[in-house]
C-alpha cells in the first residue's frame, strides 16, 4: 500500500524534478532555523543514492520521521517544502511498516504527524497541496482509531475544492483515490455525507463521460457510500443518481466498472428498497439487468449481484400497479412516453389520486414543469396537465393555484415544437374544462 495508495503522473515527475534540486540547508542552520543536529541529520540523506537512504532509514528511521515533520512544521518555503515532503513519500513508498514511526511523532510532538501536512493545503503551490493530501491518506488510512472531525473536516474541505472547483485534472485525480481510501472508514462516510459539494462533484465526474478508471474511483466511492443507511435512503432522492449509474454501466467497457455499480445497487435495494425499487424500474434497470444476466464474467461477484437484483426487480416489477409505475416516474423527475401517459383509462381512473396527500403528486408535477430544462420532461408533463384537468373536476383551479396555467401558456413559445404542441392541447383543457371550485 503506502504511497501506491494514491498515485498520479503529474506527482511522479515532479518528485523526479526535486530530488535532484538543492536546497539552501546551511543557509537554514545561519538563520537559525534548523540546528546542527538537523543539518547533519538532513545533509546525509539530502540528494543521496536510494540506496543510502534506505540504508539510514533501516537503522535511523524515527529519527528521521520526527526530522522530517519538524522539518516541514517550521520551514515555509515552497522548494523547501516540497524536497521535504518527497524525502517523506519516499521513506513511505512500498514500506507499510515505517507508517507507525510517522505517527509515533506525536509522542514528541503533539501537533505532529498531521498539522505541518493540513497547514501545507495553505501554501498557494499545487505540488505541496497534492502530496501533502497523498501523503496525509497514507497516515490517516492506516490509523486504528476512529479519526477526529478535527483531522477530517480540514482535510475533506481541502478534496472539495480540488473536485467542486473548477480543479485541475491532477486536483481531481488525485482527491478521488483520497476519498477512495478514505471512505473506507465510517467516520469518513459519514463526514463527506454531510458535504454536499462533494457527492455533488462525484456526479458532475460520472456525467462528464471519464474513463474507464475514473469512473471507476467515483462509482467506488459511491459504493462505500452505499453502505450508511441514511446514504441509501435519501442519495437518489438528492442527487438522481441512479438513472446516472445505469447510464455509466451501460456505456461501460470495462467489467470491473459494471461490477461496483451493480454492487452499489444491491446495497441501495438491500438498505432502502422502497427508496430505490421503485425509481430503478422507472429507469429501466430491469431489462438491463436481464441482459446483464444472460453475459459471461470472469468475477462470480457480479454474477451472485446481478441475480439477485434481477430477482427483486422482477418480484416488484409483478406487484407495481400502473399508478404505481407513474408516481415512481414522476419522483424520479424523468418523464419519457411510458404507455401511461397516453392511456385514457389510465387518466380517467387515476387522475384525481393526483389530489390525495395535499396534492403531493400534482405539485411535483407542475414543479417539474416549471424547473426541467428538458424538452421530453417539459413536453410529457405539459400533456400531463391536460389530461389531469380534463378527467378531474378540481383540476382547472387547482393548477391554476399552483401556478401550472401561466407555466403551461409560457411554454406555448418554447423553442421544442413538440412542447409547443404540448402546451397548446393543455391549454386548450385548461380554458375548456368548467372551473369547479368545491
Known amino acids: 500500500m503506502a504511497v501506491s495508495l494514491v498515485s498520479n503522473s503529474y506527482l511522479d515527475e515532479t518528485s523526479s524534478k526535486i530530488r535532484t534540486k538543492p536546497v539552501p540547508w546551511e543557509g537554514y542552520q545561519r538563520a537559525d532555523l534548523v540546528t546542527s543536529e538537523e543539518l547533519a541529520l538532513i545533509k546525509k540523506v539530502d540528494r543521496q543514492p536510494r540506496a543510502k537512504i534506505e540504508s539510514l532509514l533501516l537503522s535511523d528511521g524515527q529519527t528521521y520521521a520526527n526530522l522530517y515533520l519538524r522539518l516541514l512544521k517550521k520551514l515555509q518555503r515552497v522548494d523547501t517544502m516540497q524536497c521535504i515532503l518527497v524525502l517523506i513519500a519516499d521513506a513511505l513508498h512500498d514500506h507499510d511498516e515505517r507508517i507507525p514511526l510517522f505517527l509515533r511523532t506525536s509522542q514528541s510532538d503533539p501537533d505532529l504527524p498531521f498539522g505541518p501536512l493540513l497547514k501545507s493545503f495553505d501554501t498557494p503551490d499545487d505540488f505541496v497541496q497534492l502530496k501533502a493530501a497523498q501523503i496525509l491518506t497514507v497516515l490517516l488510512s492506516a490509523e486504528s482509531h476512529p479519526l477526529p472531525p478535527k483531522l477530517i473536516h480540514p482535510f475533506l474541505n481541502t478534496l472539495s475544492s480540488f473536485i467542486s472547483s473548477g480543479a485541475s485534472s491532477n486536483k481531481t485525480d488525485v482527491a478521488v483515490q483520497c476519498l477512495e481510501a478514505l471512505l473506507a472508514r465510517p467516520e469518513c462516510r459519514t463526514a463527506v455525507w454531510g458535504m454536499p459539494e462533494i457527492i455533488s462533484g462525484f456526479m458532475k465526474i460520472l456525467s462528464s463521460q471519464p474513463g474507464p478508471q475514473m469512473s471507476y474511483q467515483v462509482a467506488f466511492c459511491i459504493w462505500l457510500l452505499s453502505f450508511e443507511q441514511e ?20 456505456g461501460a467497457v470495462k467489467e470491473k466498472v459494471i461490477r461496483v455499480i451493480i454492487a452499489t445497487f444491491r446495497n441501495l435495494v438491500t438498505r432502502a428498497p422502497a427508496d430505490n425499487l421503485p425509481t430503478m424500474l422507472v429507469a429501466r434497470l430491469l431489462p438491463f439487468s436481464k441482459n446483464l444476466a444472460g453475459r459471461k464474467w470472469s468475477d462470480e461477484d457480479i454474477v451472485e449481484d446481478v441475480q439477485f437484483l434481477r430477482d427483486e426487480l422482477t418480484l416488484n416489477f409483478q406487484s407495481l400497479t400502473n399508478y404505481d409505475e407513474y408516481t415512481s416516474e414522476l419522483s424520479s423527475g424523468h418523464l419519457s412516453w411510458t404507455p401511461v401517459h397516453e392511456s385514457e383509462d389510465f387518466w380517467k381512473e387515476n387522475a384525481s389520486k393526483l389530489n390525495d396527500r395535499d396534492c403531493e403528486q400534482l405539485k411535483i408535477l407542475v414543479k417539474l414543469l416549471k424547473e426541467s430544462n428538458d424538452a421530453l420532461v417539459l413536453a410529457v408533463a405539459t400533456h400531463d396537465i391536460g389530461q389531469y384537468v380534463k378527467h378531474c373536476d378540481r383540476g382547472k383551479k387547482l ?40
Open 231 to 250: 446514504v441509501a435512503e435519501q442519495i437518489n432522492k438528492k442527487y438522481d443518481v441512479i438513472p446516472l449509474l445505469i447510464d455509466v454501466a451501460q
Open 399 to 438: 393548477v391554476t393555484d399552483l401556478g401550472g396555467k401561466t407555466r403551461v401558456m409560457e411554454l406555448m413559445t418554447h423553442a421544442d415544437s413538440d412542447v409547443r404542441y404540448r402546451a397548446l392541447l393543455s391549454v386548450q383543457q385548461l380554458v375548456s374544462q368548467p372551473w369547479v371550485t368545491v
